[in-house]
């Protein structure tokens, strides 16, 4: 027990009556996603409070990927109905001994594929709104800014080690 309590206070980690744990020092922020600074909202020396908006990326592309995904996901919707109709007349047709296994097998495996390409529409949709509404930097705790190295303009390439953005003290609540 004595060693996680050292290896907290080397960690520069303070226990706060019992309450989760507060980084001491400053963070570096970034977004999640790449792209280029649209405005920033905050100065160096200003209090925020969890949650609240430190700057914005420009949406443009990221709302148009939302577009184009839910555009994605209307088409997939649409085609997993028509498999699924064009499968039940398949069985109505093979219980009626009118048609064989094999175009009933057919219908079946279009059915599976358009359930599956639907399904691959949605989490695609689900991951392009993420993004959109991660071009919005928001503070993770209460602190003050100490700097600001990203303004207006910066570009952001999440994928790389990306530059800070935004560098805010911790302030316990």
Known sequence: MKQRIVAIALAGLCLGGGGPLWAAGQVELTTRVSGVVEEVLVKPGQRVKKGAVLLRLDKTVLQARLDEATADQTRADADEEDAGRELERAEELFNRTVSSTSELEAATLRHTRAKAALSTAIARRVIAQKNLADAELRAPFNGVVRSVPG???????????PKPLVVLDSVQP
């Open 151 to 161: 303004g207006p303009g910066t570009v952001v390439t999440a994928d790389c080690l």
